[in-house]
Each structure stands twice: as structure tokens, then as C-alpha cells.
Antibody
Framework: EVQLVESGGGLVKPGGSLRLSCGAS????????MSWVRQAPGKGLEWVGR??????????EYAAPVRGRFTISRDDSKNILYLQMISLITEDTAVYYC???????????WGQGTLVTVSS | DIQMTQSPSSLSASVGDRVTITCRAS??????LNWYQHKPGKAPKLLIY???SLQSGVPSRFSGSGSGTDFTLTISSLQPEDFATYYC?????????FGQGTKVEIK
């Protein structure tokens, strides 16, 4: 059974930093493309970014609102996906979901999410 | 970015009703269109990928159609567990985008 478990959310002040983690099991993590999707309170789903598998280059792509502030990385030896967030703004307040990403671009497995609140 | 527009934004329906949700892309996306169901406090769930392919384990009352810019998600006979918010998502461009969502409520 595929499991994705996010952690690391919490309250952070504007301008602060936070690192989210996503532990993966039940599939071959090293072969998987992975992504982060978020949902702000009362809003819809928003794609944050993705990372390809190392065998496909391990490259990253980000949505415009987070580009230059967020970094996705992976540790295939530990089956963990990361989202490093810096220069956080109130608009980054959201539940952040870790997902698997098929090469055709759809998110087929999702974690339960972790809440990030950016507030002074 | 490719803009995705869903209609309606919300609808009220009864158990057993046939429900149709539409999604329009701001440019042609071939069949790179996916649908998700999201319930409060739960992880979103993939229903349909590539416009019309049913994800494994999803009931056959869900179906998708369309190509180019116009797409449809149909629930043939609404069940109590189907009350949720539904999102379309395009994967034609590297910058992935969702529609704003359609909330399906109980009439």
C-alpha cells in the first residue's frame, strides 16, 4: 500500500523559513516523480512544484508564486521528499500535500497534508 | 499559464441525480486533463486521467469526456459519498494548473 506522510508544518513568522518532509513507502520511491500541491484556507488546489526521478535527471519545476523561494529535493536513500521554504509570506499559509506525479502529469497518490501558517 | 475554468462553481443535487461538471481550458490541451475529488480534511483523490481514463478503484458511475479546450465530468447516479468538491487539472504544460473547483452539495 502506498503511503505518503508529510511532516514539518507549523506556525512561522513572515520572512521566516520552514522545511517540510514527506516519507514515502509502498512503492519504488527512487523511480517516482514527486510533487507538492497546496490548498490555502477557503481556496482551491494549487500546484507548487515537482521533481523528476534521478534517472530522469532529477530536475525541478516550480509555480511562479514560489519560484526562487521554495526548493524541492529528494533523498532516495531514505525515501524522503523535501520542500524547503524561505522568505515566507502570509499567502503561503496552506495545507501542503505531497503527491506522486505520473509522467503524463497527474497526481495519483496523495498524503494527508501538513498545515503551514505564516503569521506574525 | 494555461487557465482552467470550471462551471458551475457549486451545485445542489439529490441522491440518484445525474451530475455534469464542465471545465474549459484557455488554450487547446489535447486530452491532458485530469479530475479529482476532494472532501474536507481528506486527501484529494484522482478520479479520471487523460480526459476519459478511469483511475483504478474508482466507481464506474464517474466518467470523463472531451478534448481540446472543453471537458466534462459526469456522475451518472449521485451517491451520498459523492458530495465533495471536484477539480479539473491540466497537464499539457510544464506549469500544472487546476480549475477553481465545483462544490457538489446535497439538495
Amino acid at each position: 500500500e502506498v503511503q505518503l506522510v508529510e511532516s514539518g508544518g507549523g506556525l512561522v513568522k513572515p520572512g521566516g523559513s520552514l522545511r517540510l518532509s514527506c516519507g514515502a513507502s509502498g512503492f519504488t520511491f527512487s523511480n517516482a516523480w514527486m510533487s507538492w500541491v497546496r490548498q490555502a484556507p477557503g481556496k482551491g488546489l494549487e500546484w507548487v512544484g515537482r521533481i523528476k526521478s534521478i534517472t530522469n535527471g532529477g530536475t525541478t519545476e516550480y509555480a511562479a508564486p514560489v519560484r526562487g523561494r521554495f526548493t524541492i529535493s529528494r533523498d532516495d536513500s531514505k525515501n524522503i521528499l523535501y520542500l524547503q521554504m524561505i522568505s515566507l509570506i502570509t499567502e503561503d499559509t496552506a495545507v501542503y500535500y505531497c503527491t506522486t506525479l505520473q509522467t503524463r502529469g497527474y497526481f495519483d497518490q496523495w498524503g494527508q497534508g501538513t498545515l503551514v501558517t505564516v503569521s506574525s | 499559464d494555461i487557465q482552467m475554468t470550471q462551471s458551475p462553481s457549486s451545485l445542489s443535487a439529490s441522491v440518484g441525480d445525474r451530475v455534469t461538471i464542465t471545465c474549459r481550458a484557455s488554450q487547446s490541451i489535447s486530452n491532458y486533463l485530469n479530475w479529482y475529488q476532494h472532501k474536507p480534511g481528506k486527501a484529494p483523490k484522482l478520479l479520471i486521467y487523460a480526459a476519459s481514463s478511469l483511475q483504478s478503484g474508482v466507481p464506474s458511475r464517474f466518467s470523463g469526456s472531451g478534448s481540446g479546450t472543453d471537458f466534462t465530468l459526469t456522475i451518472s447516479s449521485l451517491q451520498p459519498e459523492d458530495f465533495a468538491t471536484y477539480y479539473c487539472q491540466q497537464s499539457y504544460s510544464a506549469s500544472l494548473t487546476f480549475g477553481q473547483g465545483t462544490k457538489v452539495e446535497i439538495k
